[in-house]
């Protein structure tokens, strides 16, 4: 058996959800907090057989895409000591982060 960690964006969170949940899937959500743009992302738990991972992954990959997004990044003006103007950044977003970790032992009381 196998745990799957998925790291996803909050916008794709509700859709991998479903989609994981209509093949399947049991799925537990956590709110997590990311440290780059400091935004919101959601951490997801899949418990899925050995046989299953490929097929698990397969749909997180097909619902969580990467897409370019415009954020502000301070920048500090020359000549002057801790006055910062924000100026439009272009960053990669979305996609999932995924950990898969071997099970010893699962339990369901």
Do not use: W
Request: with cysteine; aromatic share 6%; charged share 20%.
């Amino acid at each position: 058996m196998k745990l799957i960690v998925a790291i996803v964006q909050d916008e794709d969170a509700s859709r991998l959800i479903s989609h994981l949940m209509s093949e399947g899937y049991g799925v537990t959500k956590l709110a997590t907090t990311g440290g780059f743009l400091r935004a919101g992302n959601t951490t997801l738990l899949v418990g899925v057989e050995d046989e299953q991972l490929d097929s698990a992954k397969a749909v997180i990959e097909k619902v969580c895409k990467s897409r370019k997004q415009v954020t502000t990044a301070p920048s500090p003006i020359t000549g002057t000591t801790g006055v910062y103007v924000p100026y439009p950044v272009e960053v990669t977003v979305g996609g999932a982060t995924i950990f898969v970790l071997d099970v010893e032992q699962f339990v369901k009381i």
